[in-house]
């Protein structure tokens, strides 16, 4: 379970809470109300993971601070660096769970994959995450530290700020929906990220996608398609038996109504699995649709799986196909591979590396949808 501190965490409040809550600690103790705003300047803006470093705050404001509050700030576990840059923390939270984030350098921006679940109760035969089970919901607090502790890794070692946040990486988003929510405002009100430059990923939670809809703001959506058809899709995803198809794709055309949404399908090739050539004009048809960008991803090794990548030549095919069909796609270069940090392989080699009596034994049990 989470930590059972019971000072409010200020990470895991969105920012017209945090302002609340502050502006009334330090009216109750007789100090100007511009200090709530020096302190949401050292949480957002400086990223200091102690109230000791809030050093234009006297100290006997940051003790009370201390006493009354506290503020996430997971330990790096280890930090594994690719050949090609790419950067994946391992987080240990306060009660011994482990988080993966990984950050993705290209050219022009530096995007990061966060965690929403430690573990995953999916049970998508094709990722890693969920091979040792579910573990528990993150918090608000504990998703946001991940962006807060990346960014000040990033930033130390050259490689510029963070432009991009994918919720790509342990987890089903949407089925944690509770915590997720507030992480979105957090990260766009409180940080200053664009909403256009956060995508939110599910496998297919149909009422996590009607919720995201319902938000004014511009988040963007990744659909884990995987398949084009609702028998070839429910081998690979459980809860396409829950939600099938037809249910995901009237969601879909919900969000798209709400206007200026971006959608992303993300397709896993796996040779011999979901990629004959028959497939290629249906995922077409569904992306242009949608207008969906399609990123087809060469399958990536995950431990207890003897499953490999669809051929280049079957790769090439997919693509040619879904261009011709008028759809933007891309064939994704896997990125860091050797650090297990590529999709689909988060967490699985960690717990086999570190030792398990440090940790918390996986709970199989599936989270509740609503996101409890």
């Given amino acids: 379970m989470a930590s059972q501190d019971p000072r409010p965490d200020l990470l895991s409040l969105v920012p017209e809470?945090?302002?609340?809550?502050?502006?009334?600690?330090?009216?109750?103790?007789?100090?100007?109300?511009y200090r709530a705003g020096q302190v949401r300047h050292w949480i957002y803006e400086s990223g200091v993971p102690s109230f000791d470093e809030m050093t234009n705050?006297?100290?006997?404001?940051?003790?009370?601070?201390?006493?009354?509050?506290?503020?996430?700030?997971?330990?790096?576990?280890?930090?594994?660096?690719?050949?090609d840059r790419t950067a994946k923390h391992l987080w240990r939270l306060a009660d011994g769970e482990l988080v993966e984030s990984v950050l993705i350098p290209s050219w022009d921006r530096l995007t990061l994959c966060i965690s929403s679940q430690?573990?995953?109760?999916?049970?998508?035969t094709f990722c890693a995450t969920g091979w040792g089970g579910f573990g528990r919901q993150l918090t608000a607090g504990e998703i946001a530290a991940q962006y807060r502790g990346s960014r000040a890794w990033a930033e130390a070692e050259g490689y510029g700020p963070v432009?991009?946040?994918v919720f790509m990486g342990m987890g089903e988003p949407l089925a944690n929906r509770k915590a997720v929510h507030p992480v979105l405002s957090i990260l766009n009100r409180g940080f200053g990220l664009g909403a256009r430059k956060i995508t939110v990923s599910t496998v297919g939670v149909v009422p996590g996608?009607?919720?995201?809809?319902?938000?004014?703001?511009?988040?963007?959506?990744?659909?884990?398609?995987?398949?084009?058809?609702?028998?070839?899709?429910?081998?690979?995803?459980?809860?396409?038996?829950r939600h099938p198809l037809p249910q995901l794709l009237d969601a879909l055309r919900t969000f798209r109504d709400a206007g200026g949404?971006?959608?992303t399908f993300e397709y896993t090739m796996i040779r011999g699995i979901n990629d004959d050539e028959r497939?290629?004009?249906?995922?077409?048809?569904?992306?242009?649709?949608?207008?969906?960008?399609?990123n087809l991803i060469p399958f990536n090794p995950i431990p207890d799986q003897d499953w490999v990548a669809s051929t280049p030549e079957r790769l090439e095919y997919f693509r040619s196909t879904l261009e011709a069909g008028g759809v933007a796609c891309q064939v994704r270069q896997p990125r860091g591979r050797d650090i297990d940090a590529a999709c689909?392989?988060?967490?699985?080699?960690?717990?086999?590396q570190l030792d398990e009596e440090s940790r918390p034994r996986a709970r199989a049990r599936v989270p509740d949808a609503a996101g409890g």
């Fill in 17 to 33: 809470e945090l302002d609340t809550i502050l502006t009334r600690h330090f009216e109750a103790r007789g100090e100007p109300a």
């Fill in 57 to 83: 705050i006297p100290l006997s404001g940051r003790e009370a601070l201390a006493e009354a509050f506290r503020l996430e700030a997971p330990e790096a576990e280890t930090i594994s660096r690719s050949r």
């Fill in 118 to 124: 430690a573990g995953c109760a999916m049970g998508c």
């Fill in 163 to 165: 432009t991009n946040v």
């Fill in 209 to 241: 996608i009607l919720e995201l809809a319902e938000r004014p703001e511009q988040f963007g959506l990744a659909i884990s398609l995987h398949a084009p058809e609702s028998e070839l899709r429910a081998s690979l995803i459980p809860l396409e038996q």
């Fill in 261 to 263: 949404r971006r959608i």
């Fill in 279 to 294: 497939l290629a004009p249906l995922l077409a048809e569904l992306a242009h649709e949608f207008h969906a960008f399609v």
């Fill in 344 to 352: 689909g392989q988060l967490r699985a080699n960690a717990l086999v």
